[in-house]
């Protein structure tokens, strides 16, 4: 590990707020950052903020010193009884605020986009603070330049040219950079001995590997097909003697049941329902490996060391979300469409025959007997489907390589190309670098379409803001030429932003753009202009440095 | 309990005999002729079934029928109407006075139950004053046969009295039974039914007697569908729980029966009727045995006269009498309420009518047989009465209290005495002022009082502090007008601060009417009330197009019913949303009259603003009895007529102009131009404008509307093809006209209508606009602007062209009466001032109905709550001031990003605004569930 590289905010923190309200993915995903805080600084007390029903989750993460749950179901029913329950709402929300005041943190890190969050924040007073914010106006603010490199990345148009784990972003924005490399959850042993019993109950006939399968999925269009999962087990449990144990929430029985209804062998076995969060975390640990899409267990068997073979269907991005451990085996599908944006539905979700059950049931058995890290030729058709294998840079960042093609996808040189920029531009990292000659740059400028108006543009900014600069000192100077100027910058960043639209390969750098020059912050028009000034020089800075790292 | 056919024997002989002796005493109040009675009996089933719908369809029974003084009302309405009394004697008579009705049953029953007819077999059951005087098992039992005969959801309507229980007898026939709310609610529900409204019965006489508890009701009742009933002895029980005396099996009359059959003598002799006081007189004495009651005096009262000697015994004091006891407490109110003082001195009014009596405790004043304090003892009474009142909460924490009604004087005394309040005095009769000041000393009194008004002279500023007006029903009598007017003065005036009810303004789809629905929200506003405006002019192209599909006038009809009843829902599910107290409909306005209903049955008061001429437009008729309140454009006939059809207050309220549109302009040369002519007519083409303007087309004349002929000389004088005009654009015509007519519209008469009442809105747009007018003749006119001074006007055609030719050439002249009349409608009718006239009779007759409303509503107790912060009390305030709901919504509809900085608590409930979103937001992704955004 390169320890003490990482350009930092904030590097030292001695009581911090972590604010993690909703999702279970998002706090297992949180767990490098905070033992890496601890590894940082081990008299660090980390307080976390989760919705209450999230609580128990917390209780298996390691170095939490302390988890305050926020009852938000309460707080909306209480809502939806108006009168009465708005007030009743707003003494809630009063004492929670109170309660964390009081505890008076040094830093506080949001990484949820939600308003909400964004408010409390505010409202919290925290000075030092990561991630999503809001401003005493009540607009809201990103934090850190790795935070809006967060909402830059999920943005859906460029999320194919993004190959940073969310897991190393949201790590990076809370300006930590040691880390264990893996996500981290803590197994009690009554879960684990639940989990004996449980399988017991299985009364298996085979001895051979347990395999997890999780086939339950947020979205629908990310769901396989149940008849896919069949084949898939059926060649597990009679190729493979495998012991087969769906995992899953009640919820997703009516999903679950027919597999099992389908299946050949007995040695199927539905736990889903049956165990809670520490329990799912047992007996993915006692799995030789789990088979799942990018879900919530996929983390949480990372987080107990078990491999996973996940499928990222749909909307599901490996490099994005990809399981955060080395060694892990990742199929993405090969389509035009994919992945695709999370917030539309389809109606034809044709990626998921990109997997063959029978090629994916030889993979898992691969995968169970060693670290794959190359496939035999032919198990799956690179331009069907791309298996990746995760791992760790050499700056410690999870990354994802290809193990059934040499030739990459064509946005991988995009991809590529802006890791560099980031980890050197945010990040500080040294980035090698091949010395290219400007007859080389220019021509590589060529081949990226629009790089070139993009910082001209930037050029064109740094000189009117200038201009601008000049003319607020200049007392004397006529309020109409101010207006005038102003409304050429105006006019330029509508330019920069259509350019972002219009060249996709272009939109992190505009997004960028627009997201910082959102964070200006002050009424002093010198001062606003100065910060301005100072983005225009980083969009410059950043083209320039894109065309060099593509 | 006595069992009920012994019971009903008693009922049968005791009304048997008075009904013998006296059927319009005994069973309506005394009146002279049969007409007074069937009069009385219209009003009173008016206030009974006034709201029942479809009543030709249906079969109505009244449970103690009499003679028939409702069924008469009854008849021509209802399809089938029956009528059960106990007394032969009763139905006997109905009979014949009821031959002419063929649609009528009468049943001489069996005194307690209702035993020919058929299960759910009657629609509308209704019952005045009448169980009141039945032991109080009969009057279950009867509860318990309308619910038997009455169909699922039949209405049961019944005039009794709820308030304290009273010591009845129970085989009494003539006292008044009371129940309390609670009882009759538990009573009526296990017979059976769902009590839907219980309001106070007010009539012309005093039905209520408060001091003791009895409040006169009209409870309404609906069959509810339940299987299960109590029977009539569970029902007894919950009405009176502890049941009533046991019977004293009395072989004579009662003292009550006694005594009123005395008095009633009495009146007799004075209205002249000798003979039948003698009949009377006999029929007190020969009937009872033994009485307490001494009533010597009056005996000897009666029957000196019978024997004609007609000698009053009471005390002859004339009004202007300069008796010791007059001169002292005038010389006190010369002193303290010189303004009084001269009032007084200057009335020459005839007192034939007020009497003096004698008690042991004091003098009293009887005005119209009426005594005006407890005609025995009205020291005693008046301490009762003083002492309920003071422990009345709304009276205990005013810091004074105002009385209406001086009478003699006894009830103001106690109040004195008991003390510690400011006591302010309004009498409606200058009559009985000037009575009671020469019959007592009243010189203590005058010098305690904080204030003394007569009625009519009394302002808004005699109600200033924390007053509470206490209304003696003695005063009372006699005096409607001047009471609500007392009552709109200080209820109306009290509302304004004291009130936040929501509004809403439920304009027409279209029509001239169209922006009287702006002005009026406008004006809402402008007095500070929370109100909003239903638009439901976006729908008129709907309605036009509707209009398009079919050519045959019924299927026309029928399409406008169905798309008013749509759009009627329309405003049904945004008051659902958003809920109001009251509706105000503009005429013509898309409201179904299961709208209304609706509306009502959700406590909302629903206004009509009649802003047409109602015997044009004769659709109140059917409209009329969904409505709280109408107002009216004219008055006289316009405003019984709508009564009588239902309608629950009817008040003249003119229109008037909004001086924020109709206001003078600078125009440009070529506004002028297009607008402009040395003499305009804006408004529709009917048929007396055609005929008299045909005459002007010589002149250099312009017509602005729709609705005129194509033919000459109107093609030539019709500005702009004839298209409907905007209210800014007719504005501007009458800015940039020398002379604008003011006809109204006949369409029976040719030119001026000589029976013209009611005034357009034009007279007063043009006058707010300081536009010159020459305006037709018209009733109303004068009271408005002095014709000569303040508007010119015309009586036919001939006078029409000699003005226009006098005001052509003096533009001064006219410069300076529009100028007056524009001073004139700005101070006194804008729409401003209708409003606030128009809120205060509403306050000031549903005033306690909307505290209880505001009492109740969520608002309350959130704005309560909401001290636990005082900015967010300041934020709930304001909420609730711009109309918002009691909800977040409401609360943070105002918090703006960006518009400076959030103050904690807009931040904290931002917080919980984006909470809930999200949440929403994720419940939706987790169950796949639309919910609404």
């Known amino acids: 590990m390169n320890s003490g590289i990482m350009k930092r905010r904030y590097p030292e923190k001695d009581r911090v707020l972590l604010v993690n309200i909703t999702r279970l993915g998002d706090m297992l995903q949180a767990t490098p950052t905070i033992a890496g805080m601890k590894m940082e600084n081990p008299d660090c007390k980390i307080t976390v903020l989760v919705e209450k029903q999230f609580e128990g989750i917390c209780n298996i993460i390691p170095n939490i010193d302390e988890i305050v749950g926020i009852d938000l179901g309460m707080t909306v029913r209480s809502l939806a009884r108006e009168q009465d329950g708005i007030i009743d709402a707003y003494e809630y929300v009063s004492e929670v605020v109170d309660d964390l005041r009081i505890k008076n943190f040094d830093y506080c890190l949001n990484m949820s986009s939600s308003a909400y969050t964004a408010i409390l924040l505010n409202l919290l007073g925290i000075k030092r603070r990561g991630g999503w914010a809001s401003d005493e106006e009540g607009y809201r603010v990103i934090e850190s330049e790795w935070a809006r490199l967060f909402a830059t990345s999920v943005f859906h148009q460029n999320r194919q040219f993004n190959s940073l784990n969310l897991v190393d972003v949201f790590r990076c924005s809370a300006d930590v950079e040691q880390h264990p490399k893996k996500l981290l959850v803590d197994v009690p042993q009554d879960a684990s001995d639940y989990i004996d019993n449980l399988l017991r109950e299985a009364a298996f006939t085979t001895e051979g590997p347990l395999i997890a399968v999780q086939a339950g999925a947020s979205q629908g269009k990310r769901q396989w097909a149940t008849e896919k999962f069949i084949e898939l087990i059926d060649h597990l449990t009679y190729k493979y003697k495998a012991r087969v144990v769906l995992t899953g929430t009640k919820k997703e029985l009516p999903i679950i049941e027919p597999i099992k209804a389908g299946c050949r062998s007995e040695n199927v076995f539905v736990v889903a329902g049956r165990t809670n969060l520490p329990q799912l975390a047992a007996l993915l640990q006692k799995s030789a490996i789990l088979v799942t899409g990018d879900t919530g267990p996929m983390h949480m068997s990372v987080a107990v060391g078990t491999p996973v073979v996940s499928m990222f269907l749909a909307s599901a991005y490996g490099y994005e979300t990809g399981p955060y451990s080395e060694g892990n085996l990742i199929l993405q599908p090969v389509i035009e469409c994919g992945p695709c944006n999370p917030n539309k539905d389809c109606a034809r979700p044709d990626c998921h025959d990109q997997i063959d059950p029978q090629a994916l049931a030889e993979l898992v058995a691969m995968r169970i007997e060693r670290d794959v890290k190359n496939l035999p030729q032919g198990l799956f058709d690179p331009a069907r489907v791309i298996v990746y294998r995760s791992f760790f840079d050499q700056f410690g960042f999870c990354d994802l390589e290809s193990i059934n093609t040499s030739a990459g996808d064509p946005w991988q040189r995009y991809r590529n190309a802006y890791r560099k920029l980031w980890l050197d531009d945010l990040g500080g990292f040294p980035i090698e670098q091949e010395n290219k000659p400007e007859t080389k740059i220019l021509q590589v400028a060529e081949e990226f379409p629009g790089i070139n108006e993009i910082t001209s543009r930037a050029e064109k900014g740094r000189a009117l803001i200038d201009r601008l600069l000049e003319l607020i000192r200049d007392t004397s100077s006529e309020p109409r030429l101010l207006g005038q100027v102003s409304e050429k910058l105006s006019e330029l960043d509508r330019e920069i932003e259509q350019i972002g639209y219009h060249f996709a390969p272009l939109g992190p750098l505009t997004r960028m753009f627009i997201f910082a020059k959102e964070n200006l912050s002050g009424t002093d028009a010198a001062g606003l202009a100065s910060q301005m000034g100072r983005v225009y020089d980083d969009l410059k800075r950043r083209s320039r440095k894109l065309v060099e790292y593509y | ?933």
Not at chain 2, 230 to 238: E, T
Not at chain 2, 458 to 479: H, M, Y
Not at chain 2, 482 to 508: C, D, M, N, W
């Open chain 2, 1 to 933: 309990m006595g069992d009920l056919r012994s019971l009903a024997e008693r009922m049968k002989s005791d009304w048997d005999r008075r009904v013998s002796h006296d059927y319009r005493f005994w069973m309506s109040d005394g009146h002279r002729d049969d007409k007074d009675m069937w009069q009385s009996g219209e009003r009173d089933f008016a206030i009974l079934t006034g709201d029942i719908k479809n009543p030709q369809n249906k079969t109505l029974l009244e449970i103690g029928c009499g003679v028939g003084r409702l069924l008469h009302a009854a008849a021509p309405r209802f399809g089938r109407v029956i009528g059960f009394d106990v007394s032969d004697v009763a139905i006997s008579k109905a009979r014949e006075l009821l031959r002419d009705y063929n649609n009528v049953e009468l049943y001489a029953g069996s005194g307690y139950d209702l035993s020919p007819i058929q299960d759910s077999s009657i629609d509308v059951v209704i019952s005045f004053a009448a169980l009141a005087s039945m032991p109080v098992g009969v009057a279950a039992n009867y509860l318990c046969e309308a619910a038997r005969i009455l169909k699922p959801d039949g209405d049961l309507r019944l005039q009794i009295y709820l308030g304290r229980e009273q010591e009845v007898y129970e085989d009494d026939t003539l006292h008044l039974r009371c129940f309390t709310h609670e009882n009759f609610r538990k009573a009526a529900e296990a017979a059976g039914f769902t009590v839907n409204t219980i309001e106070e019965l007010i009539l012309p006489i005093q039905v209520s007697v408060k001091e003791i508890g009895l409040e006169a009701v009209i409870v309404k009742l609906r069959r509810n569908n339940s299987l299960s009933v109590a029977d009539s002895s569970q029902v007894a029980k919950l009405l009176l729980p502890s049941g009533e005396k046991q019977a004293r099996r009395e072989t004579t009359i009662s003292e009550l029966e006694y005594w009123m059959a005395l008095n009633y003598a009495r009146d007799l002799v004075d209205r002249g009727e000798i003979e039948h006081a003698r009949e009377t007189l006999e029929y007190a004495i020969s009937q009872v045995r033994d009485s307490s009651v001494d009533a010597s005096e009056l005996i000897n009262y009666i029957a000196n006269a019978v024997a004609g000697e007609r000698a009053l015994e009471n005390e002859k004091v004339s009004v202007k009498e300069r008796s010791d006891y007059f001169n002292r407490n005038m010389a006190v109110i010369k002193r303290r309420f010189n303004t009084l003082y001269h009032t007084l001195e200057q009335i020459r009014a005839d007192d034939a009518d007020l009497q003096v009596g004698d008690t042991p405790e004091g003098r009293v004043l009887v005005r119209k047989g009426q005594c005006l304090d407890h005609q025995q003892k009205p020291a005693t009474a008046a301490k009762v009465w003083a002492e309920r009142l003071l422990s009345d909460s709304r009276f205990k924490q005013a810091d004074k209290i105002a009385v209406y009604g001086f009478g003699s004087g006894y009830h103001l005394e106690s109040l004195i005495k008991l003390g510690g309040k400011d006591l302010l005095v309004i009498e409606p009769d200058p009559r009985v002022l000037l009575k009671a000041l020469a019959i007592r000393d009243l010189t203590d009194l005058l010098e305690s009082l904080s204030g003394l008004a007569l009625a009519e002279r009394v302002d808004k500023d005699f109600f200033e502090g924390n007053v509470e007006l206490a209304i003696r029903p003695q005063s009372q009598v006699g005096t409607a007008e001047i009471l609500q007017r007392v009552k709109t003065l200080f209820y109306g005036e009290r509302g304004f601060s004291a009130l936040h009810p929501t509004i809403g303004v439920l304009g027409p789809v279209m029509g001239g009417t169209l922006p009287i629905g702006g002005y009026t929200l406008r004006s809402l506003l402008g007095l500070n009330q929370r109100a909003r405006l239903f638009e439901m002019s976006a729908f008129a192209g709907g309605m036009n197009q509707l209009e398009q599909f079919v050519k045959e006038d019924f299927r026309k009809a029928a399409l406008r019913g169905h798309y008013i009843e749509m759009l009627s829902q329309i405003v049904i599910e945004s008051i659902n949303e958003k809920p109001i107290d009251i509706l105000i409909c503009m005429a013509q306005a898309p409201v179904s009259l299961r709208a209304l209903e609706y509306c009502r049955q959700k406590g909302i008061i629903t206004v009509l603003w009649f802003v047409e001429d109602y015997l044009r437009f004769t659709y109140w008729k059917s409209v009329a009895a969904y409505f709280d309140f109408v107002f009216t454009i004219q008055r006289g006939e316009c405003l019984s007529a709508i009564k009588s059809a239902g309608a629950g207050e009817v008040h003249y309220l003119p229109v008037a102009c909004d001086p924020v549109v109709h206001t003078p302009l600078e125009l440009s040369e070529e506004e002028k131009e297009r607008w402009g002519s040395p003499i305009s007519f804006v408004g529709a083409g009917y048929h007396n404008r055609q005929q008299m303007f045909a005459s002007l087309a010589n002149l250099p004349f312009k017509i602005w509307g729709t609705e005129w002929p194509q033919c000459k000389p109107f093609d030539r004088l019709v500005q702009e093809e004839g298209r409907r005009l905007k209210p800014e654009e007719y504005v501007k015509i009458f800015n940039a006209t020398d002379i604008n007519i003011n006809l109204h519209s006949s369409t029976e008469r040719d030119g001026v209508d000589p029976y013209g009442d009611f005034l357009n809105p034009r007279t007063f747009e043009l006058a707010s606009c300081g536009a010159f007018q020459l305006c037709d003749e018209r009733a109303y006119l004068s009271e408005v602007l002095e014709p000569g001074k303040e508007i010119i006007t015309f009586k036919n055609r001939h006078d029409l062209q000699d003005k226009i030719r006098y005001y052509l050439e003096r533009p001064e002249e006219r410069r300076e009466i529009a100028e007056r009349a524009r001073e004139k409608v700005l101070a006194a009718h804008t729409y401003n001032h209708r409003i606030h006239e128009m809120l205060s009779v509403i306050y000031s007759s549903k005033f306690e109905q909307l505290k209880r409303r505001e009492k109740e509503s969520p608002w309350t107790r959130m704005l309560e709550r909401s001290k636990i912060d005082p900015e967010l009390h300041e934020r709930c305030k304001a909420a609730f001031e711009r109309g918002e709901e009691p909800n977040l919504d409401g609360l943070v509809s105002d918090i703006v990003a960006g518009e400076g900085k959030l103050s904690e608590t807009e931040q904290k409930l931002m917080f919980l605004f984006h909470v809930r979103k999200q949440i929403i937001r994720m419940t939706e992704e987790r169950t796949g569930a639309k919910g609404p955004k």
